[in-house]
C-alpha cells in the first residue's frame, strides 16, 4: 500500500513538472512572435527611406558666388527590421531650398505595394534654416518616387526642433493642413487630394497631416 502511494506521489510530481515544462516551452516558443507583433504595430510598415542633410562650407566658395553655401543630402534606404543592410539611393543637392544637382547611385529597389516611411536627419545637432528647407523639398520629391513605385507613404519622421520649419516649408510646396478642410465633405472635392503626408516629430509630440 505505501509503494503504491509513493509510486503515485512520483507520478503526481512529474505531472507537474511535465506541465510547468510544456508552459515554459509554449510561453517561450510565442514570445519571439509577440515581439515581432509589437515591432510591426510600432512601425507598420516594411521600408525607411533615410535623408542627411549637412552643409558643405567650401563648395563654390569664391567672391560673388551665389551658390555658396551648398547643401548636401544623402539618401538611403533599408528594411524596418535591419537597419544594417543600407543601400545607397541618391545624393541631392541644394541651395538655400532649391535643388541644384542630382547623383543617382542606385534604382529603387523595393517591391512594389511594401509600405514605407521617410525619415529626416540632420549632420549637424544645430542644422541651418537652410537644411530644413532642402528636407522639405526632398521629402516631397522621394514621396513622389514612392507613389510611382506604387509603394504607399506611411509616415514621415523629421527632427522635433525642425518640424515647424519643415512643415512650413511643405506648405509652401502647395501643401495644406488637413484640418483646414473642416469636418464637412465636399463630394465634388473629396478625391482630388493626389497626395497625402503624415508628419510625425522625434521624440514624439507633433503631428500633422498634409494633403494635396
Avoid at 544645430?126 to 522639405?136: C, G, I, R
Avoid at 516649408?169 to 488637413?178: A, I, N, P, Q
Amino acid at each position: 500500500m505505501q509503494k503504491r502511494m509513493h509510486i503515485g506521489l512520483r507520478l503526481t510530481k512529474y505531472r507537474k513538472i511535465g506541465i510547468l515544462y510544456a508552459a515554459v516551452c509554449v510561453a517561450l516558443g510565442f514570445m519571439p512572435q509577440l515581439a515581432i507583433a509589437d515591432e510591426q504595430v510600432d512601425k507598420p510598415y516594411d521600408w525607411v527611406i533615410q535623408v542627411e542633410t549637412r552643409r558643405l562650407e567650401r563648395q563654390f566658395d569664391y567672391t560673388n558666388s551665389k551658390l555658396n553655401p551648398i547643401e548636401k543630402l544623402e539618401v538611403l534606404w533599408y528594411p524596418t527590421k535591419d537597419e544594417n543592410k543600407k543601400t545607397s539611393y541618391q545624393y541631392m543637392y541644394y541651395h538655400d531650398g532649391k535643388p541644384y544637382g542630382l547623383e543617382k547611385l542606385h534604382k529603387l529597389d523595393i517591391d512594389e505595394g511594401d509600405g514605407v516611411a521617410i525619415e529626416v536627419k540632420h549632420k549637424d545637432n544645430n542644422p541651418s534654416e537652410a537644411e530644413k528647407k532642402d528636407a522639405a523639398n526632398a521629402i516631397f520629391r522621394l514621396a513622389l518616387d514612392s507613389y510611382l513605385h506604387k509603394n504607399p507613404l506611411v509616415a514621415v519622421k523629421v527632427p522635433a526642433d525642425s518640424f515647424n520649419e519643415i512643415s512650413d516649408r511643405l506648405k509652401d510646396l502647395g501643401f495644406h493642413d488637413s484640418k483646414e478642410d473642416g469636418d464637412q465633405v465636399d463630394m465634388e472635392n473629396t478625391f482630388k487630394a493626389s497626395m497625402t503626408i503624415g508628419l510625425f516629430s522625434v521624440p514624439e509630440g507633433k503631428h500633422i497631416s498634409l494633403v494635396r
